[in-house]
């Protein structure tokens, strides 16, 4: 059984945390193998004080909706003050880090470069360098493994919050993994301690860690969905529903001019390893077609091990491109940010997306190399 970075921390509490204020980045989401909120572990630890809160996209109750901005506010439970990393301040300033010791990063990452998390850590490690302020990450699994990596990194001009440095759409590392990373590449000057699980090998999906799956996100379900993100988030970028709002987000993907038998049929003629389609029937919740019947395909994964998340995506894409052109649209500059740059889309349009991952092998045999220094887990 796996446990995670938060109950290591507690079994074995760094010395030099002993009368520490500590600012918590996290959401009630957060748990430690017990089902105890992270937020609760720190409240009643006696050894340091918890003197605030800061809450990544989704906030600290980890409610508000995908893309929706959070206001500071006092967090009802605990007391303390709950400072939001997701709106116009996504980078802590240094009046929210006033008083604060040290800055702890307990948040789940699922696999995919487009979870906002990422850029979170990415901007903690930033204002612990530029406020010296140093940063421990409790480390977590990779929901979908840590052998596997697909496409890849974005472009530099198309970094942004949903690919904020040079990891491909599947990267196949843990958030500690990724923290060393960026602090290599990006802040060097910062101080950062990432405390690892103990008993996570990359070969485990989130099925083999013997713990129970809670959702990091209101539209992250459960880990066959997030082993799908990284293929079927591109929808986002389109105007094609991925199910917000329904019990299958990124797993229902349709529209109301789509008539999902067809779909189904053209999507299972290409014999993708790991996964089938069947017709599906939803009203999403959330736009696009908020309140309208869609039409469309639920993806299921037959066997985890085979399935190429993004060719998935890519794929389905293609059918929907192919069977509506006269409905289907991309949606800018989001397709673009999400693929990592225009080229995705120009083959899309083209009926040539077949060739987008011709060099994928290639590039990811270099970033296997790149990364290497920073892995934890055999």
């Known amino acids: 059984m796996v446990l995670f970075g938060i109950d290591r921390f507690f079994d074995e509490p760094p010395s030099f945390l002993q009368h520490q204020r500590i600012g918590l980045v996290t959401h009630y989401g957060m748990t430690d193998t017990s089902f105890v909120p992270t937020i609760d572990r720190f409240l009643h630890w006696p050894d340091a004080q918890l003197v605030a809160l800061y809450g990544p996209e989704h906030g600290v109750q980890n409610c508000a909706k995908e893309g929706e901005p959070v206001s500071y506010q006092i967090d009802l439970h605990s007391g303390l003050p709950a400072f939001s990393l997701y709106g116009e301040i996504k980078e802590p300033t240094a009046d929210m880090l006033n008083g604060i010791d040290i800055l702890v990063v307990d948040l789940q990452d699922i696999g995919s470069r487009y979870f906002t998390n990422i850029s979170t850590l990415y901007y903690c490690l930033k204002a612990g360098a530029e406020n010296q302020v140093p940063v421990i990450v409790l480390d977590r699994p990779n929901p979908i493994g840590g052998v596997c990596r697909e496409g890849y990194p974005p472009e ?71 082993l799908l993100y990284p293929g079927t988030c591109l929808f986002e970028g389109t105007n094609v529903s991925v199910g917000r709002g329904t019990v299958h987000p990124f797993e229902w993907i349709g529209a109301p001019w789509a008539d999902g038998h067809r779909v189904t049929h053209a999507f299972n003629s290409q014999g993708l390893p790991g996964v089938v389609a069947r017709p599906v029937y939803f009203v999403p919740t959330r736009d696009p077609y908020a309140g309208e019947i869609c039409q469309g395909v639920q993806i299921h994964v037959t066997q985890s091990h085979k399935v190429h998340s993004l060719l998935t995506g890519i794929a389905l894409l293609q059918v929907f491109r192919d069977t509506y052109p006269e409905h289907f649209r991309f949606r800018l500059p989001s397709f673009d940010l999400l693929a990592g740059g225009p080229q995705l889309r120009y083959l899309i349009d083209a009926g040539q997306s077949g060739h987008f991952l011709d060099d994928e092998v290639e590039v990811l045999s270099q970033f296997e190399e790149q990364i290497a220094p920073y892995l934890l887990y055999d």
């Open 156 to 226: 530099p001009n198309y970094q942004s919050f949903v690919g904020i440095t040079d990891l491909p759409p599947r990267h196949g590392m843990t958030l500690g993994e990724i923290a060393r990373y960026i602090q290599d590449r990006h802040w060097p000057q910062s101080s950062l301690s990432v405390i690892p699980m103990v008993g996570w090998k990359r070969s485990m999906y989130w099925m083999h860690t013997g713990q129970s799956f809670i959702s990091p996100s209101p539209n992250t379900t459960h880990p066959e969905m997030a």
